[in-house]
Structures are given as C-alpha cells and as structure tokens.
C-alpha cells in the first residue's frame, strides 16, 4: 500500500512550485552541460561530463520523489484544524527542559513535582525509576514526599484515577496522604526553555525555522495532545503551553 502524504494547502504547493521548476529550468540546464561536456570528445576522463551525469541523477531522484508524494498527497482541510489538540498545521508553544539537568532547572520553568514524574510515569515504573537512578541523575532529588505529591497533583487534575496511580507503583500511603497541592505558576521570564513548534508535514519540515515533521520524535510525540500535557523525548521534556492554529502554514 502506497505511504499517504499529510500536508498543508501552502506545502503541496511548494512542491508543485519546485517540480516545475526542475522540469523547466534545472533539468534543461543540465542536460545542456551534458551536450557541452560530451562535445568534448573521450567520456572516459571527462570530469565535466561525470559532474553533470551525477546532478541529473540527483535532479531525477527528486523529481520522482516529489511524484511519489503529489500522487498520495492528502491535503489537510484547513476548516478541520482547531487549537483542541496538536495536529498538523497547528503552532505549539512549549517549556523545554532536560530532565537530566535536574528538578530545580526544571521547576524554574513552571514544570511540577507532577510533570516531572508523570514524563517518566510514560517509560517506567515508579519502581523501575528507583533502580535506575544511577542512569538518570534527576531521580535522586525525588523523595517520598515528592511522589506523595506528584499523587496527590494527579488525582486532583483527574488526570488519572486512584486504581491506575497504584497500577503505576504509587503506594496506598501515597495516592491516600493529604497534601494541600500549590500549582506552580508559569513564569516566562525565568524560562529560557519557552520553544514554539509548527507541525507539519515531512518535507515541509525546517527545524532551524520551528518547524518540525509530524513523523519527528518530537512532532509525532506531541500530536493529539492538549494543553499542560507534558511528554518526554529521551531525556528533553516538553510541557505544552498553548496551541494555535497556524494559518500561515495552512493558508491556500
């Protein structure tokens, strides 16, 4: 079954920009130098002539690839993009952190006792986390109080129920203790780790630029998620701080 390509309005269109450019302009060039180099006479120590030989090669592999891609193009429907979920075409604005840094880094940014445990809580056990602690330098600054309170956070949000908190290795202690929850606040300024994202399509992708591929580690991590969900890629964690329609990047 042939690879379905997601893309926006404005990314089809560069691609059909480019693969005309190539048919009228680049290959036609090339192919002249051909002629030239050919012209010269003994192909077999004719430099000139193998240069040339290699960027057509080069021109048609793209040319083909951009094909491929035109022909299992799905447009995505700029009507149907909303700021609910990540999805392509979609600007996310994040706190970036790496964990192996440590808590206090992290926590400078507005991420919790919380974010940082449930980031881990998506690889491993509480348990597994105290065996690896030597692997993962962070770990060492969490105390017992510390999952007390990542507990106590998480059934306060709802984000997940008693029974699925003990699934994950927190204790009865720990899920049952009262402890009076105080959201950290998010405070920019203090954070040198605020990134903001564009999700888009593969060949659309300039991570220099913010954007970045839906098939990427990150990009695909952070796709149908909502905002204050936190993700981690290897050791970087993400905390989303907003989602927002990109127009520019959908706009036909």
Do not use: W
């Not at 051909?34 to 192909?43: E, T």
């Amino acid at each position: 079954m042939a690879k379905e390509y997601i893309m926006t309005a404005a990314g089809k269109r560069e691609l059909e920009e480019r693969l005309e450019h190539i048919k009228l302009v680049e290959m036609p060039a090339i192919v002249e130098e051909i002629a030239k180099a050919r012209a010269q006479g003994d192909l077999s120590e004719n430099a000139e002539y193998e240069i040339a030989r290699e960027e057509q090669a080069q021109l048609q592999n793209e040319l083909d690839a951009i094909k491929e891609k035109l022909m299992y193009a799905k447009v995505l429907d700029e009507r149907a993009i909303n700021d609910d979920v990540v999805s392509i075409g979609c600007a996310v604005e994040v706190i970036e952190a790496d964990v192996a840094e440590g808590l206090e880094a992290t926590e400078k940014c507005g991420l919790t006792h919380t974010d940082v445990i449930e980031g881990f809580l998506t690889r491993m056990s509480v348990i597994d986390m105290r065996t690896n602690r030597n692997k993962l330098a962070i770990l060492d600054e969490l105390t017992e109080y510390d999952y007390t309170l990542a507990a106590c956070e998480l059934l306060a949000s709802k984000r997940y129920k008693k029974e699925e908190l003990l699934d994950k290795g927190f204790t009865e202690e720990m899920v049952g203790a009262k402890v009076k929850v105080q959201k950290a606040k998010l405070d920019k300024s203090k954070c040198t780790g605020v990134r903001t994202y564009t999700i888009v399509g593969s060949h659309e992708a300039d991570a220099l630029n913010g954007r970045i591929s839906n098939e990427s580690k990150v990009g695909a991590a952070m796709l149908n998620k909502t905002e204050g969900d936190v993700v981690m890629v290897g050791d970087l964690q993400f905390k989303i701080v907003s989602i927002v329609v990109d127009r520019k990047a959908v706009k036909k």
